[in-house]
């Protein structure tokens, strides 16, 4: 994984969130692979004891 990716949180209530991940890879051929993750974040109680 290369560095200078980014995360973005939007929290849209105390218990949910939007969330974008970008990233890029190398290969061992030296290949490039952008990666860019989206997704709804449940911060209920389970949720947040699922990212400690």
Do not use: P, Y
């Not at 490039?32 to 699922?50: A, P, W």
């Amino acid at each position: 994984m290369l560095s200078g990716g980014g995360n973005v949180l939007v929290e849209l209530s105390s218990e949910l969130a939007f969330l974008e991940t970008r990233f890029t890879l190398i290969t061992q051929l030296g290949e490039l692979i952008n990666v860019e993750c989206k997704g709804v974040l449940l911060m209920d109680e389970e949720g947040q004891q699922e990212l400690q």
